[in-house]
């Protein structure tokens, strides 16, 4: 069986020994481990140097070449989809003036990186990628576009990262912005959820959606003040984790709400259901009164009657309790849960929680407009690290190797001295855009060579000896059958491609 | 007119007017003149409201979609020759603890980000990728590897866009580690930037070497103290720029060298040429008897041979004036240069200088190991930004249109009412793996869809009214040539892949 390079076939299994040799890092965990020191060591000493502790910082990893090529599938998944819908990239800078996130995150903010004053400007790291949007809309004075962004945020958070959870980590952004017909934008929001979700293969998952004006009708109606309106919120949030009791008794004792208002939200946020539960709703003789709700949900009606027509109107559930964090959203909000858990022998659930989330924010574009004008916005954001720790986990059970490098042909020689006749074809192939390589040594031996294709994975090896040079031939070697053919040098570019054909 | 995306053809000739007004905002320089109001601005203020000023930090800006498509197309030309080669990607953090940079780029130091000490550990922004490289390397003990890189790098300069100087800016960085058989790698990495200069059709480039070891060699012999060596490589390295009186006088003046010395280092510095000079100075009375000009000369003779194998060996200069700045190299450098310079009317040339650059660093590793174990490297860097602003002047001058989506198919109806039937075929043609789009209308008239499709440049509509329902057909639309044809409505995915074929 063939074994890929070293760094590029990097196991996923932890070798035996403590610590996997070069050049292939293992991915994951085995990187963080794979140290000859502890990463709390201040420092060590190379012939009396004293040395800084070798280390990422805290919360942040480096990407083998394994982990980088499945980063890559996973991303151009999500990519993919994107592009399927229309969608355009944009990019920004990771640096972002400190004024510009301030008042955007609530809690979050005391989570930001912030750059040191070395004369100019206050600076700051992104914190996401919707704030940065948003600026960048008011900033250019854009009304409508739909965008994807996938980059690096970063969040003084505290790290646990078997979860997959950092404080450099990526986003993974798909956003519509613009004035449009009610619900077709938000529609094709949650439809690009389930496309990719779908396209990873991550097994049952379900989606949940609610509308920010619903709660703050049944919040209303339940008779609970104003500025109640973020507490009572956190501990309905918590329905999918604790039992309502908790709930409620959360509500009344730490909050001190008053216990009927408290029963009265139970009897709503307990609910959850499809178009049905809708329109009960829409008939409720209280919440029916409620402004707020009402529009609330004659767009959740529009929403299910569109995601029918998408095909997905069933895996997607109403569900009252759902209120989702950030203060900026003002409409319909979602979010997607695996249903089963993965996990491996000993370990936490991989992918606990949702792995992706998003809603409508109709507010924070005019934050930043100098004139205050709004442009309505709906995005969805992918829970890329969350979803990569579940691969990564499967890819570890399964034992599968990754190949890191693409190289199709390895230039071998059996014999001293045939270094130019190495570096000459090998360029031919280059310049044939043929990906090729060579071992760096004058006069390697030929089973070294061929033992290099069987450890990187590289499928073909054409082998020129000295009777090769004289007859003009090139001995083309299928490396996983060992066959081998004589091809004339005029022909082998042609003969390699049509074995790489796939 | 439906302007989705809008951003999505995005025209690269700046429009008439001062400043082109949303949706789609132009390349460049174009997106930071598009502003209401200056960059110095405080503040400005929306009803009464503060707010900060609406701008990204100084040296940085947003990258349009239009941006980022040229940029992707840059960057895939990169990485597709780097594939070819046989590297690997890797990843690392944007952060590093402060300790990791110091030390490595002497008077650049001063240009490193410091994040703010908000309690742990001491962090920077990244200076470059080469480091991070290094530190990987030490970090996991991989004593071989072929590695690219292609990621954002910050450096708190003095910017200056128009010529590509940002103070956060993509590099692109190919490197082989490991002890090898001389050369064999650094012949690569010239190949691999000759490759890469080719493929963009830069124009005519020059490729210079040296080594730092020949330069050693030729101030030894001239007689200059050690402790000149960084200020006499940098009066030489200005040769490309100023005549050599001027050097000389800087040399003599400013950095007190005596006046014999420099005459005797003006025989040597002048000197350029191939493989023939190379053979020229091995036989130079005084320059062969230094260990280190020795070593030098002849790893150049070596390298001419082997790139002239790689048939790049007519594009490559020896030039003894060549000596760039990092502290780092220990053998081996080279500077790609543009022959030709391409200028826009009344601007600055667009590419002065360097595109690309790199060299051999064989001790920077070891600086990072606890063992001081030393890891040889090599490595090429390709100087995206400078090769993006010609790109993006020469598109500017040439009025092309970049597409930035990628939109197949737009689905149309011509009647009211007939939402419902959009959904449910855009539904099956994203669920068929077509990029397509609906506009976000209920009721939207058809020319303003067939407007939209030829302002994104979707090339296929297909059109669904009454009659087509009832039908069971789709009218399929070649948007350029205007031509329409019934198609059974089962048919309709394998004949819209059957146009799409390349």
Redesign the interface.
């Known amino acids: 069986m063939l074994r890929l390079?070293?760094?590029?076939a990097a196991r996923l299994v932890p070798p035996a020994g403590p610590?996997l040799?070069?050049?292939?890092?293992p991915l994951g965990r085995g990187?963080l481990c794979?140290?000859?020191?502890g990463a709390a060591a201040g420092g060590?000493?190379?012939?009396g140097?004293q040395?800084?502790?070798?280390?990422?910082?805290?919360g942040?990893?480096?990407?083998?070449?394994a982990?980088?090529?499945l980063r890559?599938r996973l991303l151009a998944a999500a990519e993919r989809c994107f592009?399927?819908?229309?969608?355009?990239?944009?990019?920004?800078?990771?640096?972002?003036?400190r004024?510009?996130l301030?008042g955007k995150y609530g809690e979050g903010a005391k989570l930001i990186?912030?750059?040191?004053?070395?004369g100019?400007?206050l600076?700051a790291l992104r914190y996401d990628l919707t704030v940065p949007f948003a600026?960048?809309l008011?900033?250019?004075?854009?009304?409508?576009?739909?965008?994807y962004h996938i980059a690096?945020v970063?969040r003084?958070d505290n790290p646990a990262m078997t979860r997959g959870r950092y404080r450099?980590f990526y986003q993974c952004d798909f956003d519509?912005a613009?004035q449009?017909?009610p619900m077709?934008?938000d529609?094709e929001c949650l439809?690009v959820m389930h496309?990719i979700l779908s396209d990873l293969q991550l097994g049952d998952f379900l989606i949940k959606v609610n509308d920010r004006r619903v709660l703050e009708g049944v919040f209303a109606i339940c008779g609970v003040p104003d500025s109640y309106f973020l507490a009572v919120c956190s501990a309905v949030d918590k329905l999918d984790k604790m039992p309502w009791e908790e709930v409620r008794s959360e509500m009344v004792g730490e909050k001190g709400l008053s216990p009927e208002a408290a029963d009265h939200i139970g009897e709503y946020v307990q609910l959850h259901g499809g178009l049905e539960l809708v329109e009960r709703l829409l008939q409720d003789p209280k919440l029916s009164q409620n402004k707020q709700a009402k529009e609330g949900l004659g767009d959740m009606k529009l929403l299910f009657?569109?995601l029918s027509?998408?095909?997905i109107g069933g895996q997607v559930s109403f569900d009252l309790s759902l209120a989702r964090g950030l203060d900026y959203y003002t409409g319909v909000i979602f979010e997607a849960v695996l249903v089963q858990q993965e996990k491996g022998p000993g370990e936490e659930a991989a992918g606990t929680g949702s792995v992706a989330g998003g809603g409508r924010y109709d507010g924070l574009v005019?934050m930043?407009?100098?004139?205050?004008r709004r442009v309505p916005c709906v995005g969805v954001s992918i829970g890329i690290e969350r979803i990569f720790s579940i691969l990564e986990h499967r890819l570890r059970a399964s034992g599968e190797k990754i190949r890191?490098?693409?190289?199709q042909v390895l230039v071998a020689t059996p014999h001293k001295h045939l270094?130019?006749a190495r570096?000459?074809l090998v360029?031919e192939l280059?310049?044939a855009?043929?990906?090729?390589?060579?071992v760096?040594?004058?006069d390697p031996k030929l089973l070294k060579q061929l033992q290099y294709c069987e450890d990187t994975g590289i499928p073909l090896a054409a082998i020129i000896g000295e009777q090769e040079l004289r007859d003009a031939v090139v001995k083309l070697r299928d490396v996983p059958t060992r066959q081998e053919v004589d091809i004339p040098r005029e022909k082998l570019i042609d003969e390699i491609r049509r074995r790489l054909e796939p």
């Open positions: 390079v070293a760094a590029a610590c040799a070069a050049p292939g890092p990187l794979c140290r000859g020191r060590g000493s190379a012939g140097r040395l800084p502790a070798l280390k990422t910082p805290k942040t990893r480096d990407h083998s070449p982990h980088v090529v890559a592009k399927r819908h229309g969608a355009a990239a944009i990019d920004t800078p990771v640096l972002e003036l004024d510009m301030v990186y912030e750059l040191q004053d070395q100019g400007e600076l600026r960048y008011a900033m250019n004075k854009i009304t409508n576009i739909k965008r690096k970063y003084r450099e519509i613009g449009f017909d077709i934008p529609a439809k496309e009657e569109y027509l998408f095909g005019g930043f407009d100098p004139k205050g890191t490098t693409e190289t270094l130019p570096l000459k360029s280059w310049d855009g043929i990906k090729a390589e060579i760096y040594k004058k």
